[in-house]
């Protein structure tokens, strides 16, 4: 909690109030090879039964895009931008750890209820018709697909809000901060200090000079970890889906077509409009009116309830049998007879009938084909594969008997356990070749291996490249640039360290200071806000409010410069400056309790479902190349 009140006094209160925000909106180059494109599940997220593919990551992708640019008015957001910024990558790991929460939830039983989701839906006028006020379904649908929602889509985001408000609601109903906590971050807040400081700088405490090779070689050796090549390993893949499949005859197309025709036809549909009834005497009464001539929404005014205008659907899509038979028992315009329900008793009208229809066969020759096209690309792998295992059993080796069994050898460049090339960018390939590659010793092969999605695959390790460092003329340049920064700090460091030895040790701080030609600078009644960071860095900002009273710090200023300093005096805040606030901090305070809460919650929960992202295939959706190193959460 220390460390609460500390963060949160440091900046009153714009760090709480962007913190809320930020929880808010949580919750509201070089080339690729392909290999096997089409196999394995090409998830961005996966996160135990959720998952978000490529075309849904970048729907989702333009609607965060779209919602920048309208906040910020004539400015043109890209997704290059949003990489470059990092907002891709926040947005990423954001969604991932939503979704991590939300499949855990839904395990953990928060499962949100259909009335839930149809209050939600309640709630947005353009569902509903502007002349009756009734909920319209058409208008639902078009509005959606206007903006490239689903229906399945949007109220699974509904139940989605909804878990996620409830679950957060019941951590705040609970959560209060104590009066105490506002009461040490309003002092803390209203503390003031009195100090005084000067910096040293690298040219102050002299340039190290060029390492020798030896001295670069043990700077290798200490950061082996970092600079250390993976081992790599390069195979021969065998793939049985090469090669052209059967051609599709006359014969089985029609044979097909009289398979599937019931299955490929379109059943009767009818519209109709219900009324619903109190009683069975009423129900009668709304008949009678309705067969005088009255339209449903008379009737149902005079009744006081509401008429119910359903499109045109088959009878399995009407829920109710009794409904159903009753709206299929009538002509247009007929008006049915009480029909007794689960909920009660309502009346149908029949609106109007579209008749079913069969489709031709010259109206669906091509899903045909495509269908039969597929099955035989199947059989054929199929085929090869038993082919290959016939040829093995007689002794065969790997690649004759994928000769013989018509499969297709590829050549696959060199790559790590974790499917990352040379150059750093990943092997488009299922996880099942990097896992099978890396169970087997030099020229292993494997057995036929089921890919998922009807494709299959063996392989072969040709070489294996073992781990190493690099040797030392591939990355001297870099390497130097790095050792002579490590040496410089180190001597700015020790610079520091021996003039605040010297204070320490009784010396007068502005003596030393001119010891050295550092200008000193003394400052009272500092407090510690954004304004006095920016004003005096902070590096001095951390060493005046890091001590107490008397103590010398030296802390970090810049990259090549140091602060060194001593606190003079603290301040206790005055009672009546810093009283008002500690109501004011209070919810601020318990607001901050929650929002961690909330994510160490979701962080945990995401954990548990192992939810886990892909940065490359992100930005390749995105249209951008995959970068160096694809990160996962």
């Known amino acids: ?46 996160a135990g039964d959720r998952s978000v593919d490529t075309p849904e990551f970048r729907t989702y992708a333009e609607r965060v895009r779209t919602n920048l640019e309208e906040r910020a008015p004539g400015q043109a957001v890209t997704f290059e931008r949003m990489a470059e910024e990092g907002v891709l990558t926040q947005m990423l790991d954001a969604r991932t750890e939503e979704l991590g929460f939300l499949a855990w939830a839904w395990r953990a039983g928060v499962r949100p209820g259909a009335t839930l989701v149809a209050n939600q839906v309640r709630q947005i006028p353009n569902f509903f018709n502007q002349i009756t006020g009734r909920f319209d379904e058409e208008a639902y649908r078009n509005t959606l697909a206007q903006q490239n929602l689903t229906v399945a889509d949007f109220e699974q985001g509904l139940r989605d809000d909804v878990a996620i408000g409830h679950f957060t609601s019941a951590l705040f109903a609970g959560i209060r901060a104590p009066r105490v906590y506002g009461a040490l971050a309003a002092g803390q807040a209203r503390e003031s200090r009195d100090g005084r400081w000067f910096e040293v700088t690298e040219a102050m405490a002299g340039a190290s000079p060029s390492p020798t090779d030896a001295q670069l070689t043990a700077f290798l050796n200490e950061n082996a970890e970092q600079l250390r090549r993976p081992e790599f390993r390069n195979v ?11 051609a599709v005859t006359e014969a089985q197309i029609a044979e097909r077509y009289a398979f599937r025709r019931e299955a490929l036809s379109m059943p009767e549909q009818r519209a109709f409009t219900t009324v619903p009834a109190s009683s069975e005497a009423a129900a009668a009464r709304i008949a009678g009116a309705l067969r005088a001539g009255q339209s449903p929404t008379a009737v149902a005014e005079a009744n006081g309830v509401s008429a119910t205008t359903n499109s045109a659907r088959a009878r399995t899509q009407i829920a109710d049998a009794a409904v159903a038979a009753a709206v299929f028992g009538l002509q247009p315009g007929q008006v049915s007879d009480p029909i007794r329900t689960a909920v009660g008793f309502i009346v149908a009208r029949l609106d109007q009938v579209l008749p079913g229809s069969t489709p031709e066969l010259a109206q669906v020759r091509d899903q045909i084909v495509q269908e039969l096209t597929e099955e035989a690309r199947r059989t054929a792998v199929y085929t090869r594969v038993e082919a290959y295992e016939t040829a093995r059993n007689d002794g065969a080796n790997l690649a004759d008997a994928a000769r013989r069994a018509g499969a297709r050898l590829v050549q696959l460049p060199p790559f790590t356990a974790q499917g990352t090339l040379p150059n750093g960018q990943p092997l488009q ?8 590659t890396f169970t087997l010793p030099a020229n292993g092969e494997s057995e036929v291996v089921d890919a998922g999605q009807g494709q299959y695959f063996a ?84 060493g005046l409010f890091g001590q107490t009273k008397g103590q010398v710090f030296t802390e970090a200023q810049a990259a090549d410069r140091r602060v060194i300093g001593r606190v003079d005096e603290i301040r206790a805040a005055a009672p009546a400056e810093a009283a008002p606030l500690v109501e004011q901090i209070r919810p601020a305070l318990t607001q901050q309790l929650v929002q961690d809460m909330v994510q160490s919650a979701a962080a945990s929960a995401a954990a548990r479902v192992r939810a886990e992202s892909d940065l490359a295939r992100a930005r390749t959706a995105l249209g951008l190349e995959a970068e160096a190193t694809p990160a996962a959460r």
């Open 429 to 436: 390939a299922p996880p099942e070749v990097f896992s099978t």
């Open 459 to 542: 392989l072969r390790v040709d070489r294996i490249e073992p781990a190493a460092l690099p040797p030392l003329d591939q990355v001297r340049a870099p390497l130097a640039r790095a050792w002579v920064q490590r040496e410089n700090g180190r001597r700015l460091a020790a610079l520091a360290d021996q003039l605040a030895g010297r204070i320490r040790g009784g010396e007068d701080i502005a003596a030393v200071a001119a010891s050295v030609n550092a200008p000193l600078v003394s400052r009272q009644r500092l407090q510690a806000t954004q304004e006095t960071q920016t004003e005096i860095g902070g590096g001095v900002l951390r």
């Open 236 to 246: 021969t893949l065998v793939l049985f889906n090469s090669g052209e499949a059967p």
């Open 1 to 46: 909690m220390i460390t609460l009140f500390r963060k949160f006094a440091k900046s009153p209160w714009a760090i709480g109030l962007i913190a809320l925000t930020a929880i808010a909106l949580l919750v509201t180059g070089g080339s690729q090879v392909d290999v096997l494109g089409a196999l394995g599940p090409q998830h961005v997220i996966s």
